[in-house]
């Protein structure tokens, strides 16, 4: 079956704009995560959604960070008034509804390449 | 100190040797441990999952799980030189469902 799907693959955006970033999970997969990777680093968590309820929102760096999964399936990652330091890889994954023994294995899309000049 | 720690290597093991991924994690309440590969330029591709002490194995793939010693390994047997890449170790507290993970350990295979 299909695995995560995540658009655009790059992005290169000037200071100061916003970005939207788009993930499809995997269907059926309740679970739903951000992460943030830096050249050389491993994944950083930004945030979490069971269904369209955002349960963990601890690892968004600032304010300017926003992201919502309305229907409980496709995400959206929001960067306003993006800086340089954004510049990074931002990754998503999904996983099983708890309940399955493996709920808990994310698997990851192929990532969004963020790139602020 | 940080709550996931691997060796960056790169661990260089020649064709057919057996390489051996170390992984070391500071929170005692920790459940869940992953594996995952990463190629230059893709993303993490999960490849084990453990949640008890001892081995599990899974083809040339076997992971190691000491939680009194707070430390997990992956073996790779046969290993060839499409293993190489790096390797990341993910480490999950119950209830907090995110991944931590480690910075990753590169592995070099050479024919």
């Known amino acids: 079956g299909a695995g995560v799907s995540q658009s655009p693959r790059y992005k290169v955006a000037k200071r100061g704009q916003d970005v939207a970033l788009r993930c499809d999970p995997i269907?059926?997969?309740?679970?739903l995560f951000w992460y943030q990777q830096a050249l050389g680093q491993g994944p950083e968590f930004l945030t979490y959604?069971?269904?369209?309820?955002?349960?963990?929102k601890s690892g968004l760096p600032s304010d300017r960070f926003f992201a919502e999964r309305p229907e409980g399936s496709v995400s959206t990652l929001k960067i306003q008034r993006t800086q340089q330091e954004d510049s990074a890889v931002y990754l998503c994954a999904s996983s099983l509804d708890e309940g399955s023994q493996y709920y808990n294995e994310q698997f990851f899309g192929p990532g969004t390449r963020l790139t602020v000049l | 100190q940080k709550e996931v720690e691997q060796n960056s290597g790169p661990l260089s093991v020649p064709e057919g040797a057996i390489a051996s991924l170390n992984c070391t994690y500071s929170d005692r309440g920790s459940q869940s441990f992953f594996w995952y590969r990463q190629y230059s330029g893709k993303s993490p591709e999960l490849i084990m999952s453990?949640?008890?002490?001892g081995d599990k194995e899974d083809g040339r793939f076997t992971a190691q799980l000491n939680k009194a010693s707070q430390y997990v390994s992956l073996l790779i047997r046969d290993s060839q030189p499409s293993d190489s890449a790096t390797y990341l170790c993910a480490v999950e507290n119950t209830g907090f469902q995110k991944l931590v993970f480690g910075t990753g350990t590169r592995l070099l295979v050479s024919p």
């Open positions: 453990i949640y008890s002490n």
């Open positions: 269907s059926g997969h309740v679970s």
């Open positions: 959604f069971q269904n369209e309820a955002q349960l963990d």
